[in-house]
């Protein structure tokens, strides 16, 4: 893509921000060189600042706001179900989220809003029925057996982990039709 291409209003991805350590400094990085609308925890604000990084939106109490245009989500209920409800009203297709874990909040709010969920280096993306990808050999993936009906190019590891076995498309088929994550080495 070039460098002149025209960004519209809520077209990337938006950033919801947890817990910022769910991913490394260098993929964090290429996140933001989207410029993402960046929805976060009060607790990450010093992180933000001190690091230059703009906040959209701060998940707390309106208070003297620390940066130019910062606006602030009040805390009604939780910080992912108030941030995925702005969001969502607001008319954004697709977040990508940093969290400490998998939230099964996520899995209610995946028929609205295109969620990725980034926890502790893996990257989780919500599907249904069936996923289909290339992958490099020796890559890990986490799925949940007991939403698996059947899957190629994979070998079972352990307790809900896979490894791909060569280079090439991996398929895995649902036993529903419900939303479910599937995890990868980021």
Do not use: C
């Not at 921000?17 to 060189?33: C, D, K, R, W």
């Not at 909040?105 to 969920?117: M, T």
């Amino acid at each position: 893509m070039s460098s002149h291409h025209i960004v519209r209003e809520n077209q990337e991805p938006a950033l919801l921000v947890e817990n910022f350590y769910a991913l490394s400094e260098e993929y964090l990085g290429q996140i933001l060189e989207w410029s993402p609308t960046i929805i976060s925890h009060e607790e990450n604000l010093d992180y933000f600042l001190s690091n230059d990084i703009k906040v959209d939106f701060l998940y707390a109490q309106s208070l003297d706001s620390p940066q130019e245009e910062m606006k602030f989500i009040q805390p009604i209920s939780s910080f992912f179900k108030d941030s995925l409800d702005y969001l969502i009203t607001n008319n954004y297709k697709a977040v990508n989220i940093l969290a400490k874990d998998l939230d099964s909040i996520f899995l209610r709010y995946a028929d609205r809003i295109n969620i990725v969920a980034f926890v502790q280096g893996i990257r989780y993306v919500l599907i249904q029925s069936r996923y289909e990808k290339w992958k490099t050999a020796g890559e890990k993936m986490f799925i949940d057996v007991s939403h698996i009906k059947s899957f190629n190019g994979l070998k079972y590891i352990d307790q809900n982990i896979f490894e791909v076995e060569q280079d090439g498309f991996v398929l895995l088929e649902m036993n529903s039709s419900d939303f479910v994550f599937v995890g990868e080495e980021v």
